[in-house]
């Protein structure tokens, strides 16, 4: 597996990485196919094997299902494996429990750390643009 420095953060990370959508999922996102807990910690697996050490999942996954199995999965794990996970849809019924406010960004931030297991999000990316939310 080839590697590449990430921007200026300082990650080296594998040139492919491992998208965790269909992890534990449920309603649309298990149309595209559902992945069983065991089925997805041996796809991790064999990733890992292979060189991967990126996986790619998003608060939105299921509503956090995606993030929680990734937690159960990496939790044993060395922290080699990184995680990157975004924010930007809906989480609840509430005008602010959307977009990319920084009250959004914080809630949703401190949620997926609890969901992931982990004391650290290795990339946070904003999944879609927010119109409603200034760039400043």
């Given at each position: ?6 921007g200026r953060s300082g990650l080296k990370v ?12 449920e309603g649309f996102f298990g149309m595209i ?43 044993d794990r060395s922290n080699q494996i990184l ?54």
């Open positions: 597996m080839e590697y590449r420095q990430l594998s040139l492919m990485s491992l998208g965790t959508m269909n992890f534990s999922a196919g559902s992945l069983p807990m065991k089925d997805a910690a041996r796809l991790v697996d064999v990733a890992v094997d292979h060189g991967v050490n990126l996986l790619d999942t998003s608060n939105a996954y299921t509503t956090g299902k995606s993030e929680e199995a990734v937690g159960e999965i990496l939790k995680v990157g996970t975004k924010v930007r849809f809906a989480m609840g019924e509430g005008p602010n429990e959307q977009g990319l406010s920084r009250f959004h960004i914080i809630e949703q931030c401190e949620a997926s750390l609890k969901r992931l297991k982990r004391d650290r999000i290795d990339i946070y990316f904003l999944h879609e643009w927010d119109g409603m939310t200034p760039v400043e």
